[in-house]
């Protein structure tokens, strides 16, 4: 059981074969302070150990209890959603591990949403994870900024602090965790200022993602908005232009800078989700919208990019019938699990216009892969009651 090696169940077919009824024993291996390695030095020992190894002694005579916590830590994470029940042992052992292995345990929690619950604990481990690699901050500011305005109210001055950070990319890290939290952050002001004139591109892009966000007036940072259009990386381009739309630019310019993307592997699925957001001001992109939603382009995540298209119309027209059933095919047909699992996520959120693809949903009740099954469940619960 606590031979899991990965984020996928699946590497573990017999942790997989027992289920979520080892979530508890996983749990309690989490709490676990000392084994008999930690007690005795004669068990550390080389000779004991082959002797060990060779009578097939159980994991508390072969590994110390940080070991068997990691291994814990490792196999609830595989469990995602189902490893709720274990949410105790993981808050202790959030402020309990070091380094990666915290990172670790970050990871289990933002499996589980992170839960309300947990924010509280995150942003207890953050003054903890100073001195750690930056990954580490990094993981945090990225779980927080998914807990939504619970998170802000908690958070908010650890990330302001974070847009100081020593690594550039916890700084933008930070700035993209305060554009998710879209709440009035006046002192993150100057800071996003630095991080938007600097050189790196990625960077002045989180920047500018975030003060479109927290303030409402951002006029002096439309010259170097713009000059992110003259990039050469397409999804850079894409945020830059909606971006000034958000800043209440011209909504004719911002779609025409979005479509040709449209065209682009890798931009197809971030172009169409910003033109879905402008709502009706998108209506004449909607024949090349439909044409992305059945255009192969050889992306990594095909049927995600088409089904942002498709999802897109919806949002600009009200209904399609082609729309529809593009977005059916993503959550039924499609092979790529994590496709069929986030697209259940994002039609729940879409309200009434999405009621026609109830019984997809439904269908997709029985499909083989448990989070996706999990998402179906919770999609459903939120279209029917709306």
């Known amino acids: 059981?606590?031979?899991?090696?990965?984020?996928?169940?699946?590497?573990?077919?017999?942790?997989?074969?027992?289920?979520?009824?080892?979530?508890?024993?996983?749990?309690?291996?989490?709490?676990?302070?000392?084994?008999?390695?930690?007690?005795?030095?004669?068990?550390?020992?080389?000779?004991?150990?082959?002797?060990?190894?060779?009578?097939?002694?159980?994991?508390?005579?072969?590994?110390?209890?940080?070991?068997?916590?990691?291994?814990?830590?490792?196999?609830?994470?595989?469990?995602?959603?189902?490893?709720?029940?274990?949410?105790?042992?993981?808050?202790?052992?959030?402020?309990?591990?070091?380094?990666?292995?915290?990172?670790?345990?970050?990871?289990?929690?933002?499996?589980?949403g992170p839960l309300p619950e947990s924010i509280a604990w995150l942003v207890k481990a953050f003054p903890l994870a100073t001195n750690e690699t930056s990954v580490v901050r990094h993981s945090l500011l990225h779980a927080l900024g998914r807990g939504g305005s619970n998170a802000a109210d908690m958070a908010m001055p650890l990330v302001i602090g974070s847009l100081n950070d020593p690594d550039w990319d916890v700084r933008s890290t930070a700035a993209q965790t305060l554009a998710h939290w879209a709440q009035p952050a006046p002192d993150a002001i100057p800071p996003l200022v630095v991080l938007l004139k600097g050189t790196n591109e990625d960077f002045s892009m989180s920047a500018c993602m975030a003060l479109v966000r927290i303030t409402n007036w951002c006029d002096w940072a439309v010259p170097h908005i713009r000059g992110l259009l003259e990039s050469t990386n397409d999804f850079i381009c894409a945020t830059a232009a909606i971006t000034l739309w958000r800043l209440g630019g011209d909504p004719e310019e911002t779609r025409r800078l979005l479509e040709p993307l449209l065209a682009s592997k890798s931009t197809r699925g971030a172009a169409a989700r910003y033109l879905g957001e402008m709502g009706p001001a998108a209506r004449a992109s909607i024949p090349l919208l439909v044409k992305g939603s059945h255009e192969v382009l050889g992306a990594w995540v095909e049927m995600y990019d088409r089904a942002q298209c498709a999802k897109a119309v919806l949002q600009i027209a009200g209904s399609s019938s082609e729309a529809y059933a593009i977005l059916e095919e993503a959550i039924t047909t499609d092979k790529n699990g994590w496709v069929r699992e986030t697209m259940l996520g994002e039609i729940s959120h879409l309200g009434a216009v999405a009621q026609p693809l109830v019984p997809a949903v439904r269908k997709a009740l029985n499909d083989p892969n448990r989070d996706v099954r999990h998402a179906a469940a919770v999609a459903l619960a939120g279209l029917e009651n709306r």
């Open 1 to 112: 059981m606590l031979e899991q090696n990965s984020s996928a169940l699946e590497s573990n077919p017999g942790l997989m074969a027992i289920g979520s009824n080892a979530v508890p024993f996983l749990a309690r291996a989490l709490a676990m302070e000392q084994t008999t390695y930690d007690r005795y030095r004669w068990a550390r020992s080389s000779r004991f150990q082959s002797f060990a190894k060779q009578l097939h002694l159980g994991f508390t005579w072969r590994m110390p209890a940080s070991e068997v916590r990691n291994r814990a830590a490792m196999a609830l994470l595989a469990f995602g959603f189902e490893a709720a029940p274990a949410l105790p042992e993981l808050h202790a052992e959030l402020l309990r591990a070091r380094d990666t292995d915290r990172q670790l345990v970050i990871f289990a929690l933002s499996e589980l």
